[in-house]
């Protein structure tokens, strides 16, 4: 395909972060930003920072992967500390949560696996399960009847290794995965749960642990198997994790080959991850409640104004428009008032659901939440 053949063609936009919620552009014009995963703010949290600013004196760069040049102590301790807070006896920190997915289901599923996947997953896992070469069958979004159905007429060899693969929050549509019966399908069927937790930590729960602690599960004895997140969204550093028994993780460090073979984090962004993550320890509660408060505080401003707004609880909150050239008028009209707000269009959605995505993080402020609910409104009633 030729470059003139691609509709609606992406072009990359520069701005400069100057605190977690607004940005400049060249011309130093301010905008409010909407369309970021920094759902804590903690990007521009002062310790954060300066946590990072002190691992930087060891290096700009950990030149090597672990296993060949070593690991730092800052990654090491990151990794123990998430393997504390998600409750699993390990974790293993990828370079990417898109690594990290692909790191994991490379390694565990093979041409004897079978993997049952969400219709609605995430990019990287449906590119993990492409990858592994197991027999990947895709049922319905977040339909556990459908599921079954599935499980039931499947026929599946005694030594193939059986995986289901879900998103815990869905990133383009913001809904939740129906964890517990997923977890009693597991009984029944005996499979490998793993659960894509990047957007659900910091997230959901009453103190951001994530999908399992929203439905008010034992983290130590949720069901789930690997429960993968990222360190780019609540935690506002980079890097990807999976949080495992030791055995599952040790198979990973010896197995995964976007983990053996990447350039390890610095230990900067180590270091600004775990700091971040102490902040969620010590401070989850009140974060999650700031965060929830602005998300029902702007989801109802919206829903007044008549906005065809898709209905949740998350801080994701898709205003889904159909045409992907509505999506993208709407995303420059709002660009023009100050206001960045993302347009997702095929192939990241499908064909006729284009919208915007507009996520609310909890350091927005009630002011900058009106302001943009009003400008939406009014870009709204125009067309």
Known sequence: MKISEIKNLRRVKDFRMVSATKAVDENQKEYTVFSSNNYLGLTHEKSVIEAGKFAMTFGTGSTGSRLTSGSSFELSLLEKNLADFKETEDVLVFGTGYMTNLGVLYA????????????????????????SGAKVIVYKHNDMKDLEELLKATEIPDEFQIFVVSDGVFSMDGDIVNLPSLVALKSKYNFCLIIDDAHALGVIGKSGHGTAEYYG??????????QI??????????????ASSKLICDYLRNKS??????????????????EALNLLKANGKSLVEKLNFNTRTMRSLLEKAGLPVVKGSTPIIPIVLGEAEKAVFLSEECLKNGILISAI?????????????????????????????????NIWRKI
């Open 217 to 226: 599960l034992d983290g130590k004895n949720c069901g789930i198997d690997i």
């Open 108 to 131: 565990l599923a093979d041409k004897k696996s079978v993997i049952f996947s969400d219709e609605l997953n995430h990019a990287s896992i449906i590119d993990g399960c492409k990858i």
């Open 257 to 274: 080959r976007p983990f053996i073979f990447s350039t390890a984090l610095p230990p900067s962004v180590a270091a600004s991850a775990n």
């Open 229 to 242: 997140g990222t360190l780019s969204k609540a935690l506002a550093a980079e890097g990807g994790y999976a």
């Open 345 to 377: 269009r095929p192939p990241s959605v499908p064909v006729g659901t284009s919208r915007l995505r507009l996520s609310v993080t909890a350091s927005h402020s009630e002011c900058e939440i009106r302001n943009c609910a009003e400008i939406l409104s």
